[in-house]
């Protein structure tokens, strides 16, 4: 069996990829188990110079491996470069402080010593999204990594280039052949995986549904799972709001990877006294973008990453449409080759409309009128999703209070719109998953917490 990779912007083919057999898989895991036994024992410092070598060869080699990304999903140029800086400040970040992460705590009991250690698992399983094809990888792999774990990626069929050249980065960096592996295989031999005795903990980002699967397959053998899932975070805008930071960073978020992301915003919910104001320059904000080939610099806004999607957001804004909601700008196919949609604002937003609740993976707003701060944040709670969510007012207290207290998701931001970030936890509540990427919390999820008593 193949898979192959297509070009969103025209629909070329660009390179076709054999799909490894079980048995093939089977001796990778072997392999990897193996050279897992002997890098769990590595020190820190050994850890700490392959991974900072990680980075330095992402960095040597930006141009290529953003183009990469481009052309088999459609970000922008502009997009894929950051994403690769952003993955050498991850491999940086946890070369870094991984072992002050992991560091002993020392615990006082009657013990004439006590303390809890953290110990590598083994092989890790991650199952890794297209929309960021470098960073959702690496966001995973630098800290399973440098925790002593091992790591073996299914990433998305439709960027199979890009996981090959993941794999490149840690073998020219000088990583243990097997110790991180990409595993060319369907979304049907997951399942195999998770079942085996060498994987012992998974990891996905990825759909509710994909989600579930992974879940239960691993919770049925009793293996750790951490899920990082949908989103339709609400960014509230109060009535004493900067209107045109609001607008710009809504637009921002929106648009960001032409509207393919978890933590984009999505939903727009206005007080009633300035919705008129925001609305007008939120509409002058998203009709600044240049939709065009994400090989030019010029273009802001490339394709959406594959046709399917592209029509399935299409049905979404339709449906709702036919419920009563009202296009302000966009919500037609263009008449261009490749999977490109305008971006569309959505007014008359209710319950019941795909807008209100479903996410809506593209460069589409859902626009919400609100009486007061309290119906605000209702309709924000009224979600199943809850992973980013945003607040903005030039009351920084009463934005922290809302933030802090009020709004269901992993993530609150004030005056600025919801983005990832080494340093801080990421992740989401409810149907947006569970457990933490990132941080010190990240690296905590693929370890033993390990009591260790000496009477």
């Not at 072997?30 to 850890?47: A, C, D, L, M, P």
């Not at 979304?187 to 060498?198: A, H, M, R």
């Amino acid at each position: 069996m193949t898979i192959e990779s297509v070009n969103p912007a025209n629909n070329k083919k660009l390179q076709e990829y054999t799909l490894l057999t079980d048995e093939q898989a089977e001796r990778k895991l072997k392999q990897s188990e193996q050279v897992y036994k002997i890098w769990r024992k590595t020190g820190f410092s050994e850890r700490s110079k392959l991974m900072l070598k990680a980075a330095d060869v992402l960095n040597t080699n930006k141009e290529k491996y953003a183009l990469m990304m481009t052309r088999e999903m459609g970000k922008t140029l502009a997009s894929s470069r950051a994403e690769v800086e952003k993955c050498a400040w991850v491999c940086r970040y946890y070369a870094e402080n991984a072992e002050t992460f992991l560091h002993d705590e020392k615990i006082q009991t009657d013990a004439s010593r006590s303390y809890v250690s953290y110990q590598p698992l083994g092989v890790i399983l991650a199952v890794m999204p297209w929309n960021f094809p470098f960073w959702q990888v690496f966001r995973f792999a630098a800290p399973a990594l440098m925790a002593g774990n091992a790591a073996v990626l299914k990433h998305a069929s439709n960027v199979p280039g890009s996981a090959a050249l993941i794999q490149e980065v840690f073998d020219e960096a000088g990583f243990p052949k097997g110790l991180f592996t990409n595993l060319w295989i369907s979304s049907k031999q997951v399942e195999k995986l998770i079942e085996n005795p060498i994987i012992k903990a998974v990891t996905l980002t990825g759909s509710e549904k994909a989600g579930a699967s992974v879940a239960a397959k691993a919770a049925q053998h009793i293996k750790k799972a951490v899920l990082e899932l949908g989103g339709s975070d609400a960014y509230i805008i109060l009535e004493d709001a900067d209107l045109d930071l609001a607008a710009k960073q809504c637009t921002e978020s929106r648009l960001l990877n032409t509207g393919q992301s978890c933590i984009g915003a999505k939903r727009f919910i206005v007080l009633d006294e300035v919705y008129e104001e925001f609305l007008l320059k939120f509409i002058e904000q998203m009709l600044e973008s240049v939709t065009g080939d994400p090989e030019k610099e010029e273009t802001t806004m490339g394709p959406m990453a594959r046709t399917d999607l592209r029509d399935e957001l299409h049905e979404q804004v339709m449906k709702s449409v036919e419920k009563g909601a009202e296009i302000q700008i966009g919500g037609e196919i263009q008449d261009l080759t490749g999977a490109y949609y305008p971006a569309t604002i959505l007014t008359n937003v209710k319950p019941g409309m795909p807008a209100y609740e479903e996410e809506l993976f593209g460069p589409v707003a859902s626009v919400i009128k609100v009486k007061d701060e309290a119906e605000a944040i209702q309709v924000a709670n009224d979600s199943k999703f809850g992973l980013g969510s945003g607040v903005f007012t030039k009351d920084l207290s009463r934005g922290e209070r809302i933030a802090r207290y009020e709004l269901e998701a992993g993530s609150s931001f004030v005056n600025q719109y919801v983005k990832s970030d080494p340093r801080l936890p990421f992740g989401g509540i409810k149907t947006s998953g569970f457990g933490r990427e990132l941080s010190h919390h990240g690296i905590l999820e693929f370890v033993n917490t390990k009591t260790i008593y000496i009477a």
